[in-house]
């Protein structure tokens, strides 16, 4: 069965360090992949999606970036946070988005202080 | 445009029948999905329509579709403690990327 790992759950980092956020999934191959943000008290908003390596597709222009180095790796990163970076993020992974909609991971927290 | 817009909370009694609503705005949107977010966690796919059903039951969980207003309805029935949590109403967008698109989530909180 496929499952989909999201590290850290939980990360407080200093204005103006550097962030790596990394998502990968098992069990399928070539997946669409996507991070999602989610502020407080907010709903989600799309950050990049992929559909294979090395084709990130950016939503928003941002301080962030995204990689995807291996077919089943997405990595989320920042070069300098900023205080307002600070979210809960969410990565999916998805064949073709249809009936089976996305499969999330459990989320990373980011507190930016 | 692409925009899912929910309203933000909804309050009712253990017992009861709770309707939440969505709006979009792509009419060639395919697919419409509900997902639950507990606290702390990721989202869980609870149930999704295709855009030429109106109606899709699933348990307690009822689907309504009303295509020509673009509108979306979840309703629970028997609303239970356990439901408490962040309902989002996502659209598929298919193009050169196919994408989800979420509202902002409406919280519901289950009171005895």
């Known amino acids: 069965s496929q499952t989909i790992h999201q590290w850290p759950a939980t990360l407080v980092q200093p204005v103006g360090s550097p962030l790596s956020l990394e998502c990968t999934v098992e069990g399928t191959s070539n997946p669409n992949l996507y991070w999602y943000r989610q502020a407080a008290g907010r709903g989600l908003q799309l950050l990049f999606y992929s559909i294979g390596i090395g084709q990130i597709s950016s939503e928003v222009p941002q301080n962030l970036s995204a990689s995807r180095p291996q077919d089943r790796q997405f990595i989320l990163s920042s070069k300098k946070l900023l205080l307002s970076d600070s979210g809960f993020y969410l990565c999916?992974?998805?064949?073709?988005?249809?009936?089976?909609?996305?499969?999330f991971g459990s989320g990373t927290r980011l507190t930016v202080v | 445009g692409e925009d899912v817009e929910q309203s933000l909370f909804l309050s009712v009694r253990e017992g009861d029948s709770s309707v939440i609503n969505c709006t979009y705005t792509?009419?060639?949107?395919?697919?419409l999905y509900w997902y639950k977010q507990e606290p702390g966690a990721g989202l869980q796919l609870l149930t999704y329509?295709?855009?030429?059903?109106d109606m899709k039951q699933d348990q307690r969980l009822t689907v309504l579709l009303n295509k020509k207003d673009k509108h979306l309805s979840l309703r629970i029935a028997d609303t239970q403690t356990g439901d408490s949590a962040i309902y989002f109403c996502a659209e598929f967008i298919s193009g050169g990327y196919n994408k989800l698109i979420f509202g902002a989530g409406t919280r519901l909180a289950v009171h005895p």
């Open positions: 329509i295709f855009s030429n059903m």
């Open positions: 999916a992974w998805s064949r073709d988005g249809r009936t089976a909609g996305y499969t």
């Open positions: 792509d009419s060639s949107s395919t697919y």
